[in-house]
């Protein structure tokens, strides 16, 4: 299942949707409609990553894309918490 390092990168992406899909349930104040754009793309990027072997074959490219997962992610929690500290309306 994860024979390729960009499986548990794709992984790790849907984890992170899945997580941020929760959060209007756990947290509605600190949800906004802009992450419903986040949930997509690390949807659609997870599954890519996740069930296709030959796409990103390079090693180059493989070190982008976990540099822009990793980036995304950071970004993501970095905007959650900085919410929870200011809460607006």
Do not use: C, H
Request: charged share 15%; hydrophobic share 55%.
């Amino acid at each position: 299942m994860f024979n390729n390092p960009l499986n548990l990168i794709g992984t790790i992406l849907i984890i992170a949707a899945i997580a941020l899909s929760v959060m209007p349930f756990l947290r509605p104040k600190l949800f906004r409609r802009q992450d419903i754009i986040l949930i997509i793309v690390y949807f659609i990027a997870g599954f890519i990553l996740f069930f296709t072997d030959r796409w990103y074959g390079k090693e180059l490219i493989q070190f982008n894309l976990i540099l822009l997962t990793i980036s995304a992610i950071f970004y993501t929690f970095e905007s959650i918490r900085l919410r929870s500290k200011n809460p607006q309306q």
